[in-house]
């Protein structure tokens, strides 16, 4: 046997490196951090932004789940015309056509133009023509806004169904089948949660 041969108790452990910093080395990381940094800073201020406009969809649609919860409601049908008109009066929009505001104004211009000329013979001032909010839309008019602003074909008599639900007597809301009420409820529903604004 060898006497030279070394022990195990003369083993010593060896150093380890420093421990390799997770920190970037070069300033070219630093600057793609703080790209990343503002680009999630603009995201989430835009998302805010985004949640904020919703609000008036998120109310909309916790009204018609009121609503579509009594159905069978003469009233809740009633409201249906009324929550849409509603809803797209609140629309966030760049257009001025559609602007809630010109409406208030026009439907003003309006109202006092008919309390100053309240004879036949005498046109209507301009800014009684300016009327072209949603809320002076009627049958066919209000049937291409809302086909203009959901991205879903809505029924063709869609307008038309809703003008029934707003005037039509009593009698004929009450023999409405279930299955159209409902129908009618849902497609309210897809137009609150799918319409497009141009904001």
């Known amino acids: 046997m060898n006497p030279n041969i070394p022990s195990i108790d003369q083993l010593k452990e060896l150093g380890l490196p420093a421990p390799v910093s997770y920190a970037p080395q070069t300033w070219?990381?630093?600057?793609?951090?703080?790209?990343?940094?503002?680009?999630?800073?603009?995201?989430?201020?835009?998302r805010y932004r985004q949640w904020q406009r919703d609000q008036y969809r998120r109310e909309a649609l916790a009204r018609l789940e009121q609503?579509?919860?009594?159905?069978?409601?003469?009233?809740?049908?009633?409201?249906?015309?009324?929550?849409?008109k509603r809803v797209a009066l609140s629309m966030p929009t760049q257009s001025p056509s559609w602007n809630p505001i010109s409406v208030g104004v026009s439907l003003l211009a309006i109202a006092s133009s008919r309390s100053t000329h309240s004879s036949t013979d005498r046109t209507p001032s301009r800014a009684g023509s300016l009327l072209q909010g949603s809320a002076a839309l009627g049958r066919e008019d209000w049937q291409v806004f809302l086909q203009q602003h959901c991205r879903k074909p809505l029924p063709a008599n869609f307008s038309a169904q809703l003008a029934q639900l707003a005037y039509a007597p009593d009698e004929?809301?009450?023999?409405?089948?279930?299955?159209?009420?409902?129908?009618?409820?849902?497609?309210?529903?897809?137009?609150?949660?799918?319409?497009?604004v141009a904001a």
């Open 28 to 46: 070219g990381w630093w600057v793609l951090l703080g790209v990343l940094l503002v680009l999630t800073l603009i995201i989430a201020v835009r």
């Open 67 to 84: 609503l579509r919860s009594r159905s069978d409601d003469l009233n809740a049908l009633r409201e249906l015309p009324e929550l849409l």
């Open 172 to 196: 004929v809301l009450r023999a409405l089948p279930a299955p159209q009420r409902q129908s009618l409820f849902e497609t309210c529903q897809d137009w609150v949660e799918h319409h497009h």
